[in-house]
């Protein structure tokens, strides 16, 4: 079935450094969402991204969708404490039924 | 703002008991789900539900699994059997329209359960 892989699983930076993390799918998405799961929490919608080449931003928060529809990124310009926690991209599979990938855990060093 | 509610946070079990975890969607959402995250890994889709019915299942849905919305109001997952690797937090979540795949699914704060 359909599946997004995400990378990296884990990404340790200091504060005020950038951060990425990419969403891939091995078939065309009509679209993605992001979600931010803090530590101890549920995850928590941040974004959607419907049309090729998307690209959407929140304050230091930048979501792109690719041109084929097939991979996503999101990055995060000079992180913050309040950013840490494991962040998923999810993508809907044949049924229309969000399929989450294995996020992608941030920490931020003070 | 509306959210989605779950109770117990925490249950803790014998292997081989059967448990019941809870949730009260949002109150005009259509389509519900439920999630399994075992600690520190993804979240996997177990099943989604609309209208009285399960919609889709997963692999991990199997037998021992079971949901329903007995009331209109409480949204249920019963396994029959705890096994110690159903040891996760379980997410409910909803989302509001049939065009579900475009719309944000809210999530429930979880029920921990613990398989002894």
């Known amino acids: 079935g359909q599946q997004v892989m995400q990378i990296p699983q884990y990404q340790h930076v200091q504060e005020g450094e950038d951060f990425t993390t990419y969403c891939n799918s091995s078939t065309t998405l009509s679209n993605i969402q992001w979600y931010k799961q803090r530590p101890g929490g549920h995850p928590v919608f941040l974004i959607q991204l419907v049309k090729s080449g998307e690209v959407k931003k929140q304050k230091r928060l930048t979501f792109q969708f690719g041109e084929a529809k097939k991979n996503s990124s999101l990055h995060i310009t000079a992180t913050q404490t309040t950013d840490v926690g494991t962040y998923f991209c999810?993508?809907?599979?044949?049924?229309?039924?969000?399929?989450f990938g294995a996020g992608t855990r941030l920490t931020v060093k003070p | 703002e509306p959210e989605v509610t779950q109770t117990p946070s925490h249950q803790v079990t014998q292997m081989g008991q059967e448990v019941i975890l809870r949730c009260v969607p949002i109150s005009n959402h259509l389509y519900f789900y439920w999630y399994r995250q075992i600690l520190g890994q993804k979240v996997e889709f177990l099943v989604s539900?609309?209208?009285?019915?399960?919609?889709?299942k997963s692999e991990i849905f199997d037998d021992q699994f079971s949901v329903e919305r007995p009331d209109g109001s409480n949204f249920t997952l019963k396994i029959r059997s705890t096994k110690l690797e159903d040891s996760a937090m379980y997410f409910c979540?909803?989302?509001?329209?049939?065009?579900?795949?475009?719309?944000?699914?809210?999530f429930g704060p979880g029920t921990r359960l613990t398989v002894l």
């Open positions: 999810a993508g809907p599979n044949n049924n229309n039924d969000m399929r």
């Open positions: 979540a909803t989302t509001r329209s049939l065009m579900r795949a475009y719309n944000e699914q809210f």
């Open positions: 539900f609309y209208n009285n019915e399960i919609s889709e």
